[in-house]
């Protein structure tokens, strides 16, 4: 079977454990001199539907470090499903490259390019989640707070693909998630399920809000992402108004624990959903988390291209 990575929920929560422990052991080799490379004579597709700083330049450099090449291929050269079918895309690239990475829209595309791919599929965001950024976001938060059960990580704003993969890690890790957002802008009701199955077996709580003074009370880590996601353009002046009152501000973080961390997966919308004071502050860890999607995924490259 091939190691596709679309979902964190697809791995177990030893899965997980594994792939942030070599992800912990790959940074640190990489700093102490350089990855071997281990994907020498592998190519890596990267399909992109929509735009992309971190993904696509951490994916790149991940593959040069481990001795790979990875190909961009913008939105305008594919046009999955439009110039071509998704069926055709995954069965043509599977004769050129080792693996691939799609960032897409609908979620069903990543599904479909995976059962049609022979090659591993990476999931570099869809509208419905991100695995990818949940695995960095994890290994960001055992490296302030280790990793013991119990942890409260508390998301505001937008029910949506970020806040989606970062639910179902903290489900899978025993840590706590709680989330406030506005009425009408909850996180899909079948993640959630999805979620609420896990919980059961690592003992971590989901707790909802609509009041971000309320959710963010006792929070070892709080989470914050755009209110308009890519694909939502249109929407932007409505979920201004409706986010209004879900800004991270230095107010909100002074309520939550003192050691309290500030995560955002990026880009930040300055001044919106996050203050400039709060990001740039001593409590953010914003960048760190940025850079650790490099050694994240260079853990799911390994894994994907079996060499872990
Ligand atoms: N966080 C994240 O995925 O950033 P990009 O959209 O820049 O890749
Ligand atoms: N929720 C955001 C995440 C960007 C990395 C979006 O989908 O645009």
Not at 93 to 107: C, K, N, P, W
Not at 149 to 161: A, E, K, M, W
Request: charged share 20%; proline share 4%; with cysteine.
């Amino acid at each position: 079977m091939k190691n596709d990575f679309l979902h964190i929920t697809d791995l177990s929560p030893v899965e997980i454990q594994d792939l942030l422990d070599l992800a912990i052991a790959l940074k640190k080799e990489y700093f102490n001199g350089g990855n071997p490379p281990v994907l020498k004579g592998k190519a890596l597709a990267m399909v992109f539907q929509k735009p992309s700083l971190r993904t696509r330049v951490s994916f790149e450099m991940a593959m040069q470090h481990l001795g790979g090449h990875a190909m961009y291929l913008s939105p305008a050269e594919i046009g999955l499903g439009q110039r071509e079918s998704i069926a055709d895309v995954a069965r043509v690239l599977s004769g050129y490259v080792h693996g691939i990475m799609a960032r897409v829209f609908d979620h069903d595309h990543i599904v479909e390019l995976a059962k049609w791919a022979s090659v591993p599929v990476i999931n570099g965001l869809t509208d419905y989640n991100h695995p990818c950024q949940a695995l960095a976001d994890a290994l960001t938060i055992q490296e302030k707070f280790g990793r013991g059960r119990g942890l409260n990580v508390t998301y505001i704003g937008d029910g949506n693909n970020v806040a989606v993969s970062l639910m179902h890690v903290c489900a899978k890790l025993g840590w706590n998630f709680t989330i406030a957002n506005p009425v009408g802008y909850e996180i899909a009701p079948s993640a959630i399920e999805i979620a609420k199955q896990i919980t059961p077996e690592t003992g971590a709580e989901i707790s909802f809000y609509n009041n971000p003074h309320d959710a963010v009370k006792d929070a070892d880590v709080i989470y914050t992402d755009t209110w308009t996601s890519m694909g939502q353009e249109e929407e932007t002046a409505k979920r201004e108004e409706a986010f209004a009152e879900y800004q991270v501000n230095h107010r909100l973080v002074s309520e939550a624990k003192k050691d309290s961390i500030v995560m955002h997966c990026l880009p930040a919308h300055r001044n919106h959903e996050l203050t400039d004071e709060v990001a740039d502050g001593s409590q953010s860890v914003i960048f760190p988390q940025a850079h650790n999607r490099l050694h994240a995924q260079k853990a799911i490259l390994a894994r994907a291209f079996g060499v872990a």
